[in-house]
């Protein structure tokens, strides 16, 4: 599974656990948050950026690490040189 394909599922589990639908984080982000958008991005047909995911984060008041795929064999901790 690609990286943008796994932050999708996280995005939607974390909307889904707040009982949200794609149109109710639109309304309750007073349009901000497009669904369209938020459908796009929990597809992985778009890629979403540090920034956005950083407010989307926000939005469902989740640390960050929450969005980010666990399971990918990615290492996440910082190369020395």
Known sequence: MDYAKAVGQRLRAIRQRHGLSL??????????WKA???SSYERGDRSVSVQRLYELAEFYAVPITDLLPHDLGIDRQPQTA
């Open 23 to 32: 149109k109710g984080v639109e309304q309750r982000s007073r349009g901000r």
């Open 36 to 38: 369209v958008v938020v």
